[in-house]
């Protein structure tokens, strides 16, 4: 016989059918199923194949515990692997597939694995990926090439190749308290909470809160346990200052009191509606946690405990409740503790034969005795299930008399198609275990209880052992309480409870060793860790848990043991001859679930990638400009778009600034405003040169280092007033010179009284160069002149242009006499456009950052590729500006022995003489060998062709700097495949006297 | 005298809207005032900078960082300890308070051009919000007037509830247009209109 669906209960609706496919057949289920339930109702037991042995595997747990049945869900051509079947839920169109196996499920060619499951024992990966050790291949790199092969044969789903469309999203949160699981414990903690009047965050797992009242059969207040659950759960949506996050599942818990979770928005849905995310990452800052996060059930250890139709007792009991799913027609009910029994009891009274109760214990209590004779079931009582029968479903457990943990005896047959198994209960205590210490062991339950909290944290309910409906609600409604402040809640405000007392407590037996050979006993269902691996890991000395568990994969990866923790455990401490505490546990780390990296990513590419865009920005794309990003900047490379290649480009736009005029779009520089009566005091400490000596409306050139000495950035400030500064600095560099600056005063010099602001979107810049540039001003500026008088070469003016206030300093980059016209940025546009009218006459044209670069080139100056952080003031010849009057941050360190070394490399200009380009990283060498990689003795840092000078140049740092000037020597660009003889000439190209600019 | 122009540009298109059930429960607009200036007070002389504040603009701010009050067409509050944002509809706010803070006081920058003020209104305004900061905008923790910088990836904000459920948003002019595109984005859900 196979699972079927019962004819009423649960909380599907059996009124509507939903149609999905899974390997390619299609299925039906209802409304409320998820995969699991609904591929159980149809007959299905078989879920997936193992990792390593793909083995067929069934449905072991009901819940987020799930490690057998996962599967991909496919969207189009976009792939998600690895989804527990459990947690899906179905709608139209829903499309799954199996994975790890080939060509099919029910035809796995994988499954030869099991044949080699000697070979693929613990530590397998370790030993075999050393190559092998004697024979012809022994030193070869054979296992490389086999690498490709086992890996494909285990494993668990493929994640495809497609980018994914779906919309993701990240939410802040803050609340007063935050409760994780929304069962009795947890919904009774929000209520007190809410009620209190605290804001408060619930957060559930499932799409269906309740936990355990959806399917405990107990009575709250009178009412079943879930409509006492779904009443509450109401009244609290009705709170203004509560919030419910079904599907949620808060999976790290964070130093603050910040907690991560992942809301599966529209997962269960054929179509997202507009705008709503797939899933939304919540970073919640909570005042205080609630943690009811329950219990995970345990396997027991046993040979053949994963044949398809073993599974859990709870599972089969939620299976029953929620989706009405008988999960076997004749079942068998194996476990170490009374409350398995409800499991007996419940599929009874749905219509299920049990076949028996087998009862590791010699002694069943009175309680437990009845439920078994409610189910019909006779009860074995010290017996153990020692081995299971059936090929991809079960059809026959082997039971064996169990002395003092000792199978004994010829085993009894008995027919089944179901084994339910209980080895009691883990609490929940993944999240504790992130925030907190090392959790407790508790003998009495045989399970580890959370740690005492480090963090404002309490536990309630099943997670923090206290397993019972009563002492959850009670659990709840005093952490309820203590988290709201108030006082210690009365009894009387606890909601009746009408349950099945039973003794929760296991006892301490996981694992069955079987008397002679037998089939495998699994331990860690996900990744196919059997008890024999545990005692391998010890017998190889593997002995420490966190050993252990790295050289088994037990409890790794997304499972993080939830199943196989303790009697992973238990078995270590039995081969070692201690106690589970004194094994120890590893620490449950996040996430508690898998967590989509579209979550993790959201928001932060493509059109919502954040940039950054100049005033002109617009203009520039129009104008053919092709953008360049330059960090979070766009700005011009070059204004191509008539057919030329970038290097005739920016040559045409260089010759024609040089012969001409041009203008670029500075306003990407960073710029910061440096006010306060200690201004220029602070700028004479931050830079090499002095600044309290530059007159008011002028502006000076300015070099800073770092604390370590070497050169940090470099730019002009202008003195706008006596206690008004306007710092530029690299466009790159601007966010780390601010923070730098802010540092400094904060730390360094807090007595000054300076304010820094980034005014770099402040203003709009544009950089008007060439012989015709003045004129270009000349015939738009009004207010004032711009003679060589009234605007000598480091000059401001302020003035109009076309009835903007705009304020223009004579400083030159190019090497030509050039101007900065700065104005407010909303402006800019209108400026740049008045500027390229008043151009026209001159035959202006805009130039990008390749003509740019070029230009600076040809005039030696520096910028970020040699202030690289490598390089000092001297290595750029920039020892002028080396202040000897006066401290400066980095004056200190700068005369360190190797940082003044005459072999330092240091800045010269590179011809190349073979007229072909210089690209920057490109070596240099003195040998005239391209086949050597050696002995390099500088490197380019940035190259064009000048069309100044008609040839291929470069500035470059080298060894012994202008020592070198009128030497030959090779560009060595191996990766490039560019090897040519140049020259070594001053970096000083073009007008080394500065003629072109001043005057 | 020639108008600025707004940083949205082509990003910038009116109209509503509406989500799948199509409400429009959100307005999205740029405010485009004419001045937003930064006064910094020096450490101890925070309350001549207030009153010098009350003496421009009439609104009377607490020492601290946060507090804020909204008036009409002007709006101020501080946003770090000493230092406050001030902004007003109409031109001419940092000569006026550059008239009146002294250098031993502190200091007046004009970001007028710099920052780019947007507004969100309506009742899920904190909503849509949440997805970029984190910042509680409860109104019991947010009240009206009260101001906060933040960032949101690498924009800098500066964010004041400038009613029950409306808050202005001043973010660095070259980031305007991306963020607006953002913001316009995380909106689809609730739906909106942009004027």
Redesign the interface.
């Known amino acids: 016989m196979s699972p079927r669906r019962s004819t009423e209960g649960g909380r599907i609706d059996r009124g509507r059918t939903i149609r999905f496919s899974f390997d390619g057949k299609s299925y039906h289920g209802h409304p409320g199923d998820t995969l699991a339930s609904a591929l159980m109702a149809n007959g299905m037991r078989l879920f997936g194949r193992s990792f390593k042995y793909h083995r067929p595997r069934g449905l072991l747990a009901a819940g987020v515990d799930e490690p057998n049945a996962l599967v991909t869900v496919l969207k189009g051509t976009v792939r998600e692997p690895n989804i527990a079947a459990t947690q899906i839920e179905i709608h139209e169109g829903l499309t799954v597939e199996s994975q790890n196996r080939f060509p099919s499920l029910d035809v796995d060619a994988g499954a030869v694995n099991q044949l080699a499951g000697g070979l693929l024992s613990a530590g397998f990966y370790y030993k075999t990926f050393m190559g092998p050790v004697v024979g012809p291949l022994r030193g070869t790199r054979f296992w490389m090439a086999c690498e490709h092969f086992i890996r494909r044969a285990a494993g668990l789903g493929r994640a495809g190749r497609d980018a994914d469309p779906d919309r993701y999203e990240r939410m802040n949160a803050f609340c007063d308290v935050l409760v994780t699981g929304a069962g009795p414990a947890g919904l009774m903690a929000a209520k007190v909470a809410a009620e209190a009047g605290k804001r408060v965050i619930l957060a559930d797992l499932e799409p269906v809160p309740g936990g355990s009242a959806k399917w405990s059969g107990d009575t709250i207040d009178g009412l079943p346990a879930a409509a006492w659950a779904q009443r509450t759960i109401e009244a609290l949506g009705a709170m203004d200052t509560v919030r419910l996050l079904p599907r949620t599942t808060v999976w790290g818990y964070y130093d603050g009191n910040t907690l991560a979770a992942l809301e599966r928005v529209t997962d269960h849905k054929p179509a997202p509606d507009k705008g709503e995310p797939r899933h939304r990452h919540w970073t919640i800052r909570a005042g205080a946690v609630v943690l009811a996060t329950g219990a995970f059930e345990r396997p027991l250890v046993f040979p053949g405990n994963d044949r398809p139709g073993v599974m859990l007792a709870d599972a089969a009991v939620r299976l029953l409740r929620e989706y009405g799913v008988v999960a076997g027609s004749r079942v068998a009910l194996f476990a170490n503790n009374d409350d398995a029994y409800r499991a007996a009891a419940a599929l009874a009274e749905a219509g299920a034969t049990i076949a028996t109760i087998v009862d590791m214990r010699d002694t069943v209590s009175s309680a437990a005795r009845a439920l078994a004779e409610r189910a019909g079931a006779e009860i074995l009582a010290g017996h153990a299930v020692s081995g299971t029968k059936g090929g991809k479903a079960l059809r026959e457990i082997a039971v064996q008399r169990l002395r003092e943990g000792e199978i004994t005896g010829q085993p009894r047959r008995i027919a089944v198609d179901c084994l339910l198994m209980s080895g009691g209960w883990s609490p929940a205590i993944h999240l504790a275990s992130q925030a907190g210490t090392a959790p407790r062991w508790d003998e009495a339950l045989q399970a580890f209880l959370p740690p005492a909290p480090t963090q404002n944290w309490i536990g309630a309910g099943a997670f923090a052992g206290h397993f019972a409906t009563a002492a959850a609600l009670a659990d709840g409604l005093a952490a309820g309480a203590k988290v709201a402040g108030g006082k210690p809640p009365r009894k009387s405000a606890l909601p009746r409870v009408e349950t099945l007392e039973l003794d929760i407590a296991p006892a301490p037996v996981f694992a069955i060793r079987p008397s002679g050979k037998a089939g495998k006993a699994f331990v860690d269902f996900q990744h196919d860790v059997t008890a024999e691996d545990v005692r391998q890991a010890h017998r190889e000395g593997f002995v420490s848990v966190e050993h252990l568990k790295r050289y088994t994969t037990l409890g790794m990866a997304t499972d993080q043991g939830k199943t196989s923790n303790v009697p992973g455990l238990a078995i270590m401490a039995e081969a070692r001859g201690i106690t589970v505490p004194e094994v120890g546990t590893t620490r449950f780390r996040p996430p508690f679930t898998p967590v989509s990296l579209g979550a993790l990513a959201a928001e932060r590419y493509g059109e919502l990638r954040p940039d950054r865009l100049t005033p002109m920005h617009d203009w520039h794309v129009e104008s053919g400009a092709t953008m360049y990003a330059a960090g979070l900047w766009y700005r011009p490379m070059v204004y191509g778009g008539r057919g030329e290649t970038v290097e005739q480009a920016y040559v045409r736009e260089a010759a024609a600034t040089r012969a001409g005029v041009g203008i670029v779009d500075v306003s990407t520089l960073g710029k910061i405003m440096v006010q306060g009566p200690d201004a220029a005091d602070f700028l004479d400490r931050v830079y090499t040169n002095k600044f309290s000596t530059l007159p008011v409306m002028k502006a000076r050139y300015g070099l800073m280092l770092r604390e370590d000495g070497l050169a940090y950035d470099d730019g002009t400030t202008w003195r706008l007033s006596q206690t008004d500064f306007l710092m530029t600095t690299t466009t790159a560099n601007a966010g780390k010179v601010m923070q730098q600056l802010e540092y400094y005063l904060d730390i360094v010099w807090p007595d000054l009284k300076v304010a820094l602001t980034s005014v770099s979107d402040e203003w709009a810049g544009a950089a008007i160069a060439g012989p015709h540039s003045r004129d270009v001003l000349a015939a738009c500026v009004a207010g004032t002149a711009v003679d060589n008088d009234t605007l000598p070469f480091m000059g401001i003016v302020r003035g109009e242009i076309d009835g903007v206030p705009v304020m223009i300093c004579r400083l030159s980059f190019s090497g030509e006499r050039a101007y900065e016209v700065y104005c407010g940025a909303g402006h800019g546009l209108h400026v740049w456009e008045a500027l390229m009218e008043a151009g026209k006459p001159f035959a202006i044209v805009p130039y990008g950052l390749e003509a740019l670069g070029t230009l600076r080139i040809e005039k030696g100056h520096v910028t970020g590729a040699e202030i690289d952080g490598r390089t000092t003031g001297r290595d750029l010849y920039l020892d002028w500006m080396l202040s000897k009057k006066k401290p400066f941050a980095g004056s200190m360190m700068m005369d360190r022995e190797g940082l003044c070394d005459d072999d330092r490399i240091r800045l010269v200009g590179i011809v190349a003489l073979d007229d072909r380009p210089l690209g920057g990283g490109a070596h240099i060498v003195e040998h005239n060998d391209p086949a050597e990689i050696r002995d390099s003795i500088g490197h380019v840092t940035a190259g064009c062709y000048s069309p100044a000078l008609g040839k291929y140049i470069a500035l470059a740092l080298v060894k012994g700097g202008k020592t070198r000037h009128g030497t030959r020597a090779f560009v060595s660009d191996p990766l490039r495949k560019r090897f040519g003889p140049v020259e070594i000439v001053s970096h000083h190209f073009y007008d080394p006297e500065g003629s072109r600019m001043h005057g | 005298?020639?108008e600025?122009?707004?940083?949205l540009?082509?990003a910038w298109k009116p109209g509503a809207y509406p989500?799948?059930?199509g409400e429009t429960g959100l307005v999205l607009s740029e405010t485009r005032p004419g001045s937003i200036v930064?006064a910094?007070a020096?450490p101890g002389r925070e309350k001549t900078l207030i009153d010098a504040i009350k003496s421009v603009t009439g609104l009377a701010l607490a020492d601290g960082a946060g507090a804020g009050q909204v008036d009409g067409a002007k709006a101020a509050f501080g946003f770090a300890p000493g230092k406050f944002l001030a902004i007003d509809q109409k031109e001419g706010l940092a000569a006026a308070l550059g008239a009146v803070i002294d250098?031993?006081t502190?200091?007046v920058?004009?970001?007028?051009?710099?920052?780019t003020a947007l507004r969100l209104a309506g009742p899920k305004a904190d909503w849509v919000l949440?997805?970029f900061?984190?910042?509680?905008f409860?109104q019991t923790?947010f009240p009206l007037g009260a101001g906060r910088a933040t960032s949101?990836?690498?924009?800098f904000a500066q964010i004041q509830r400038s009613g029950a459920e409306q808050f202005d948003l001043y973010v660095?002019?070259?980031?305007a247009?991306?963020?607006w595109?953002?913001l316009c984005?995380?909106?689809?859900?609730?739906?909106y209109t942009v004027g």
Not at chain 2, 152 to 155: P, W
Not at chain 2, 172 to 175: D, G, I, L, N, V
């Open positions: 005298m020639v600025p122009v707004s940083p540009g082509a989500n799948t059930a930064q910094a020096w250098v031993d502190g200091t920058t004009d970001l007028s051009h710099g920052r949440a997805k900061f984190a910042l509680d409860s923790t949101h990836h690498d924009i660095f002019r070259s980031f247009r991306a963020f595109t953002a984005h995380a909106s689809e859900e609730t739906g």
